[in-house]
């Protein structure tokens, strides 16, 4: 909010076509609700913050097209707390009622 964005005018050729549309991080449940996605604090990764909003334990899969090579749990100051299974591209974890996640991503 902070930080205005600032639009750049591309000049290069690249040959391939882009997707008509791309979702970096996917959840496997609607009331998992991806909150934030954005740099670590420390520069460290990517943070993905979610929220359950429906008052009920989910089991969640959440997903993402990036290449990490490791995954961990931390607390709402970003500090590592597990590091977590990450298998194919997809985190599996189960919410409790109205439970806050947030998880580290570490690019490959």
Known sequence: LNIPLT???CTDTVEGTLPAQQSYFTVSQKNAVIDTVKCAENKEGIIVRLYECSGSKTPVSLS???PVS???GCNLMEE???ELPFVQGTLE???GPYEIKTFRFLPK
Do not use: D, S
């Open 7 to 9: 639009g750049v005018l």
């Open 80 to 82: 590592n707390e597990k």
């Open 64 to 66: 993402t097209v990036l």
């Open 70 to 72: 490791k995954v961990f």
């Open 93 to 95: 974890f189960t919410m």
